[in-house]
């Protein structure tokens, strides 16, 4: 499963430039990827931990702008076709799940 969380922050003035980039730099910490400069994606190994992210997304959620948390499948995610500089991309080979013995 793929959480995508998009967002669009206002920066008009320097105190909201300084929650916007927290608010990123949140994301970041907690494994988030950038995938384009308001969209930012994570893996997750099931249900119950992509609602923990969800959970620390809410948490950091600034107190303007809009916020949006999109959950995909893996196989969803697979049929995602991305372009840089007019050329197709691969997508991000999804990541095995850990086996504990």
């Not at 105190?15 to 995938?35: C, H, I, P, V, W």
């Not at 190994?45 to 948390?69: D, F, Q």
């Not at 049929?79 to 991309?89: D, K, P, Y």
Request: aromatic fraction near 12%; proline fraction near 3%.
């Amino acid at each position: 499963m793929w959480i995508m969380v998009l967002f669009d922050l206002p920066t008009e003035t320097k105190a909201d430039r300084k929650r916007a980039s927290q608010f990123r730099t949140d994301l970041l910490q907690d494994g988030f990827e950038m995938l384009q400069f308001s969209v930012y994606w994570r893996h997750c190994t099931s249900k119950e931990n992509a609602e923990t992210h969800i959970k620390r997304v809410k948490e950091a959620l600034p107190k303007y702008g809009k916020v949006g948390i999109l959950c995909i499948t893996d196989k969803q995610f697979g049929n995602m076709q991305l372009f840089f500089n007019a050329n197709a991309e691969k997508n991000k080979k999804i990541p095995e799940q850990l086996e504990l013995f």
